[in-house]
C-alpha cells in the first residue's frame, strides 16, 4: 500500500495547528513539522501529534523552508498543507494515491474563506496541487506563493482528488494577526524590483494590492503582468489575471475600459462564469440597469465556473441573483427584486448583501420595520443575521435591532446604546473577548466619563485594531495620530448613542476640513459636514468628487439651485461618473438652463454608452422642454 507525508512549514500556529493535523489523520502515514521560529510552543503541539519536527531559521524564502520538509519526507507520495487549512475527505486522498496508475501529482480543490473573524458564504475556490509522488526532482520554487506544479507535470500527468482544503488564513482576523499583508508585500516587491518581468510576481503584488484597497497599484502591477504570461491566454492564473483587472476598472469608475476587458475575456474563457458575473457587476455601477439583469440572468444559466478556474463560489447562483435583485430594484421593480433576493437567501442564508438588499427593498416600499423584521430574519443565518441587525442599527431602529439580533450580546449592546442605556449596553458586553466588543466598551466608557476604563479598553486593541486604538485613545485625551476612517468609525457610533457634542469632537481630531467633514459626513451630521466642507472649499481647499456630491445635494434641499449647478459642475468634471452626469444635468434643468443640461447628457452619453440612466434623464428633460415651449408658445398665441 502507498504511505503518503504530510509535509509542513510553521510558526507561531499552535492555535491552529490541532485542527489541522486532526484532519489529516485518516490520509497519512507521517507528519513532518518544519519549524521556523515559533514562540508558542507550536513544536510541542505537532510533537504530541506525534510529527517529526524540524527547526530551521526564516529566510524570507517559502520554497526553501517547504523543501526541507521534503528533503524529510519518507512516504511515497506527498501531501501539503498549511497550519490554518483543514483537510475534508481524507479518504479521498488514499483512495487517489492507490489508483493513481501513471499519474504523478493530484490537484486539490482549495476553498479560501473571507470575511471577518467566521467562515461565512464568502469564498474563492482555486484548483491547487498538493498531493505528488515523493521525487527528488519534485522541489518548490519561488520565495512567495511558492509552486511546484510545472516539476511535477514534467515527470507525468496531473489528476484530480475529490478530497478538498479549506483555508482560513484570509479571514480578516488571521491577517491581521499575522500581519500577512504587509509580509507579503515586502517580499513581492523585492522580488518585483529584481526581477520585474517575472508574471506570476506581478499578478500576486496586485492581489496583495487589491487586499489594500489600492486600485491604482493594483491594476499597474496585473498589466504589467499580462504581456509577460509564460504561456499566453492557456497560462493557469490568466483568467483571474484578466477578471482582477477588470475589478480595479469597475473600482476606478473606468467602465468603459473594464467592458472592453470583458469583450476580449469572456470570447477567450467561454466557460469562466466569474467574468459574466463581472461585466453584471460593472454594468450595474455604471447605472446600465436592463443590461446588468441580462448578464446575471446569464451567470444563472450558465451556473458555476469550470473546474479549472479561480473562482468565486456563487457566481451561477447566489451571488447572480442578488445582483439580480439589485439591478431590478434599481428599475423600480420592487416585486421581482424581492423575489430574486429571497431566493438568494434560500439558497445562501448567510448572504449579507442579500438579507440587506431584501429588507431595503421592503422598508423603501412602505413596509414597517418590525414587518420587515418579521419577514426577513426568519430566511437569515449567521453573518446575514448580524447584517440585518446592523442595518436595523443605521436605519436607528433598535427595537428591530434586537428582535433580530438574538443572542448576539454585540449588537444587543450598540441597540440598548442607541436607546440610551449605557448601563445596560456595557452589561452585555461583559465577559465578551472581540475586539469589537472591546472598542464598544471603550467609546461607552468614555462617553460615561470613565477615561481610565475607556484606555485599558483602547489599549487592548493596539494588535489587532491599531487604527481604533489611535482614535479611541486621541478622544480621551491620550495622544495620537487617528486616520479619519477611524474617527469617522467613532463619530458614527457616538451619533447614534445621541452624543452629537461627542461627535463633532471628534471630527475635530481631523487636522484636515475636508476629512473633519467626511467624518461628520459619516455620522449623518448633515449641517455639521456641510459647515466643515463649505469653510474648506472656501479657503481653496480641493474636495472630493463624493463631498461635492455632498454639498450638492445639500445646495437642492435648501433651494439653492445656482450653487448646486456649480457644485455638480465640480464633481463632474474631477470625477466623470454616468451618476454625476445626471446630477449635472438635473440641476441645470432646475436652474432653468434645459439646453445646457441636454448637452451635457449627450457628452456623457459618448463617455458612458451603456449607461441608460443618462439616456432616461436625457428623454425626460426633452419632454420638459418641449412641454415648457409649447406652453410657451400657446401663451404667445393668446
Known sequence: ???????????????????CL????????????????????????????????????????????RNVSLDAARGDWVLWLDADEELVDPGAVRESVERAGEVSGFLLTVVNFIGTDTPGPDAVANPSLRLFRNRPEHRFSGAIHEQIAAAVAATGPLGWCPARINHYGYLLRSVLKKAKVERNLGILERMAREN????????NLGVEYTRLCRWEDALREFQAAFPSLPAGLETAYAPVLLKNIVLCLRELGRYDEAMAVLRDA??????YTDLTYARGAVLLAAGCWSEAVRAFRECLRRGESGQRHITELGVGG???LTGLGFALWRMGDRQGAAVSLAEALRQEPRCAEAACALANVLLDGGMAPRNVAATVAPLAKGAAVRALAGLFLERRCPEEALAVAGGDRVVRARSFWQKGDVAVALNELEGVGTPEAAWLRGVFLAAKGDSAGAVAEFERLRELLPEHAEAGLAF?????KPSPVALGDLALLLAEGGWREGAVRAAELCSDPVAAGDVLRRAGLREEAAQRYTGAWLAGAELHA??????????????MVEEAVLLAEAAWQKAPTPARCVRLATSLA???????????LREGGRMFPYAETMELAYRAIEIARNISQVSEESGKRG
Open 196 to 203: 520585474p518581468r517575472d508574471s506570476f510576481t506581478r499578478f
Open 546 to 559: 463624493e463631498a461635492l456630491d455632498f454639498l450638492v445635494a445639500v445646495a437642492k434641499e435648501h433651494g
Open 318 to 320: 447566489y451571488k447572480a
Open 22 to 65: 486532526e484532519s489529516a489523520r485518516g490520509a497519512v502515514d507521517e507528519v513532518v513539522v518544519v519549524d521556523t521560529g515559533s514562540s508558542d510552543g507550536t513544536p510541542e503541539v505537532a510533537a504530541a501529534f506525534g510529527a517529526r519536527v524540524l527547526h530551521v531559521s526564516w529566510t524570507d524564502d517559502f520554497s526553501a523552508a
Open 476 to 480: 480621551v485625551g491620550r495622544g495620537g
Open 266 to 271: 469572456e470570447a477567450a474563457y467561454p466557460d
Open 1 to 19: 500500500m502507498a504511505t503518503v507525508s504530510l509535509c509542513m512549514i510553521v510558526k507561531d500556529e499552535a492555535e491552529n495547528l490541532p485542527r
Open 590 to 600: 432646475a436652474a432653468g438652463r434645459p439646453g445646457d443640461a441636454l448637452e451635457v
